[in-house]
Nanobody
């Protein structure tokens, strides 16, 4: 059974850092059948938005303009975890952060989310 479990969310001051983890089970993040692993976020009253992606085939990454230069997505295939390193955090980064797995079959799986709050 495919499952994604996010962790690492916390309350942090502006300018601080957090590392989110997305632990995968039921598949491996380096599996041929995986297309893309992604992080999304949803702030209160707003739509869910794409934050970062990493492609399985070549490890290439993409970021939303709002997080470029501050966030880094990476994959630890040995641990079967996808990370989101977040630096220079701003209050507008406050949101629930979700992990998503896109399979080549077009099936999609989401985690339950982890809360990140940036506030002084």
């Amino acid at each position: 059974q495919v499952q994604l479990v996010e962790s690492g969310g916390d309350l942090v001051q502006p300018g601080g850092s957090l590392r989110l983890s997305c632990a995968a089970s039921g598949f491996t993040v380096s599996d041929f059948f995986i297309n893309v692993m992604s992080w999304y976020r949803q702030a209160p009253g707003k739509e869910r938005e794409l934050v970062a992606t990493i492609r399985r085939a070549d490890g290439s990454t993409n970021y939303a303009d709002s997080v470029k230069g501050r966030f880094t997505i990476s994959s630890d295939n040995a641990k079967n975890i996808v990370y989101l390193q977040m630096n220079s955090l701003k209050p507008e980064d406050t949101a629930v952060y979700f992990c998503k797995a896109d399979f080549r079959s077009s099936r999609v799986y989401w985690g339950q989310g982890t809360q990140v709050t940036v506030s002084s």
